[in-house]
Each structure stands twice: as C-alpha cells, then as structure tokens.
C-alpha cells in the first residue's frame, strides 16, 4: 500500500541546534516533495519545494533534501529558535492527479 | 503578499443542517482545492477543480458534498446535510498551474457539528 511516514514522536531539541526531521514514503514515485508547517489551529504554510532531479534546496535557515533512491527527504532547520516550534508537514504529489497527499507530520519543540 | 482567505474561521451548526464554507483563492491562481483535518489527524484532500469543473476528488467527497466557483472570485464547499463525523478544520488551497506547483493554503475554517 502506498504511505507516506514522519517520525512520529515530537521532536525536543536546544535552542541553536539544528532540526532534522525525515519523510519516508512507500509505493510512489513523486515528482517533487513540498514541506509546510502548521501551528495549533492554523492552515499549513508552504516552506519548501523540492523536485526529483535535485538533491538539496535551500532557503535562509531551511535545506531539504530528496533522495529518490531511499525514498526518503530530509528537513534541516539550522540555529534553531524558539520560535521553530510547530509541527512540519511533508507532502507529495502521486503520479496521476492534482492532489497532496501528507504526512501525519512531526512536532518539533526548541527551547531556550 | 497575496493570500488565500477562508469565512467564516469558526462554524457551528446543527447535524442534518446546511453549511456552505467560503474561500477566496489568490487572483491569478487557476486551480482550487479543498482539504479537509480532523482534530489530531492528517491533512486529507477532498476535491480539486479548475476550468469550472471538478478535475480529481476523493471518496471521502460523496454526494452531500458540493463545490461550486459561484463569481470570479469565490469558491465554496456546501455539504448539504452534515454529520457528526464532519466536524474538522477545512482548508481551501489555490495554485497557479495543477501539476508539480506550490499550493497554497488558507487559514482554514473549524466546523462543529451537534
């Protein structure tokens, strides 16, 4: 079955350090991956976009990384502040459609 | 910078009960989505539509669910007799192009059903 997976369990890391959060998904082959976060009640917010015949993009404190062989895409959030907290949603699109399918996505917490 | 918006933010209404959910999609996108998120669950897509038409929806968009794209600038989603398993936030989203572009997402309106 297709899925796509986010670790589960919030995220806890200092103030400063850096955030790294992981997507897997099973049983696609998306073109492209898109990060977004999400505060309490809140819509999702587009950070990131990245497509398959790029490894790395990145914006100001962000890199996401998309490896098509593993499956996997990888969220680094660098000098992390307080201010990070949220959870980060990763989000693909399948091959046919127009359509998002997300992550369950995972909650990260900096503190001071 | 341009944003989508979404009446009304909070909806409370009786089940069997009408409910019509607004957005306003960024002016030049051309694509337009509804999503929905049950408290604690994941962003699940419903709908998507372009050109007046409904171009890919899921299972979850049975027949008590509608969209119509009444002007040139709305955007609605009218579920006709609500259920108690409706209840959950419901986002609008818009994009320029349909494939491999940023959607972007309003804030969302939390819907309760008694």
């Known amino acids: 079955s297709q899925k796509i997976e986010q670790n589960s369990e919030a995220l806890n890391i200092q103030e400063g350090k850096t955030a790294t959060l992981t997507c897997n998904y099973t049983?696609?082959?998306?073109?492209?991956l898109q990060w977004y976060r999400q505060d309490p009640g809140r819509g999702p917010v587009f950070l990131l976009l990245i497509r398959e015949n790029e490894k790395e993009k990145r914006k100001e404190r962000l890199k996401v990384t998309f490896d098509t062989t593993l499956k996997q895409s990888l969220f680094h959030i660098t000098a992390s502040q307080p201010a990070d907290s949220a959870t980060y949603l990763c989000a693909l699109e399948p091959e046919y459609g127009n359509k998002l399918v997300f992550g369950a996505g995972t909650i990260l917490r900096v503190k001071s | 910078e341009p944003e989508v918006t979404q009446t009304p933010s909070h909806q409370v209404t009786q089940m069997g009960q009408e409910v019509i959910l607004r957005c306003v999609p960024i002016?030049?996108?051309?694509?337009f989505y509804w999503y929905r998120q049950i408290l604690g669950q994941k962003v699940e897509f419903l709908v998507s539509?372009?050109?007046?038409?409904?171009?890919?929806k899921s299972e979850i968009f049975d027949d008590q669910f509608s969209v119509e794209r009444p002007d040139g600038s709305n955007f609605t989603l009218k579920i006709r007799s609500t259920k108690l398993e409706d209840s959950a936030m419901y986002f609008c989203?818009?994009?320029?192009?349909?494939?491999?572009?940023?959607?972007?997402f309003g804030p969302g309106t939390r819907l309760l059903v008694l």
């Open positions: 049983n696609y082959s998306p073109a492209y």
């Open positions: 002016s030049n996108h051309l694509y």
């Open positions: 989203a818009s994009s320029s192009q349909g494939r491999q572009e940023t959607q972007y």
């Open positions: 539509f372009y050109n007046n038409e409904i171009s890919e």
